[in-house]
């Protein structure tokens, strides 16, 4: 499931995995924003907000981080999150999808 991002361009937000994590997560999905989609994060290689994985994509941890301190939920980092049933999971980290100049 996804959400525009402007016209002909849209990104992956949720992949319906039934195991839900955003209430801990402040709304923010590990499963899909992080590219190895940990359940704990961030990993090591995380550099200023930015994924290892692909410079383009921002670190779906600290995105997490980042909306929890402004909410006042840091408390919720602190919990760990059980591991997800990966069974019921696509991977890949977000995708995103730029329609072609149809010209």
């Not at 849209?10 to 801990?24: F, M």
Request: glycine content about 14%; proline content about 7%.
């Amino acid at each position: 499931m996804g959400g525009v991002d402007q016209k002909g361009q849209w990104s992956e937000r949720c992949q319906g995995c039934g195991d839900c994590k955003l209430p801990l997560t402040g709304g923010i999905c590990p499963v899909t924003r992080c590219s190895k989609s940990l359940m704990n994060g961030p990993c090591g290689g995380s550099r200023d907000g930015i994924c290892e994985v692909d410079p383009d994509i921002k670190c779906g941890w600290q995105m997490i981080i980042d909306r929890l301190d402004a909410t006042g939920c840091m408390d919720n980092y602190e919990k760990i999150l059980e591991p997800a049933d990966w069974s019921k999971s696509f991977n890949g980290g977000p995708r995103k999808y730029i329609r072609p100049d149809m010209r």
